[in-house]
Nanobody, 115 residues
Framework: QVQLVESGGGLVQPGGSLRLSCAAS????????MAWYRQAPGKQRELVAK???????TYADSVKSRFSISRVNAKNTVYLQMNDLKPEDTAVYSC?????????WGQGTQVTVSS
């Protein structure tokens, strides 16, 4: 079993930055594929960024060059640095952990980009 706790969401003006954190417990963190997803009102959940145990990363086209995912295995934590935020980035952001045959979700954190 893996428990995930996100933090760092909030209200930010367009062009601003936020850093989301997701702390994991209950498994060998270094072996997990970690990812951030988001879901805006009335829209389907979408993958924002993913980082493999090998530190290979992938991003949604809409966030490339603005967002950066990273992990610190010693802290069992994955981060999502979000820069140049836009109103269309407004969503609930959820942390996801995956290992063979199992996936786990955090409770989500709200990010609102508005002036």
């Amino acid at each position: 079993q893996v428990q995930l706790v996100e933090s760092g969401g909030g209200l930010v003006q367009p062009g601003g930055s936020l850093r989301l954190s997701c702390a994991a417990s209950g498994s060998v963190f270094s072996m997990l594929t970690m990812a951030w997803y988001r879901q805006a009102p009335g829209k389907q959940r979408e993958l924002v960024a993913k980082i493999l145990p090998t530190n290979i990363t992938t991003y949604a086209d809409s966030v490339k060059s603005r967002f950066s995912i990273s992990r610190v295995n010693a802290k069992n934590t994955v981060y999502l640095q979000m820069n140049d935020l836009k109103p269309e980035d407004t969503a609930v952001y959820s942390c996801n952990a995956a290992r063979p045959f199992r996936t786990y979700w955090g409770q989500g954190t709200q990010v609102t980009v508005s002036s």
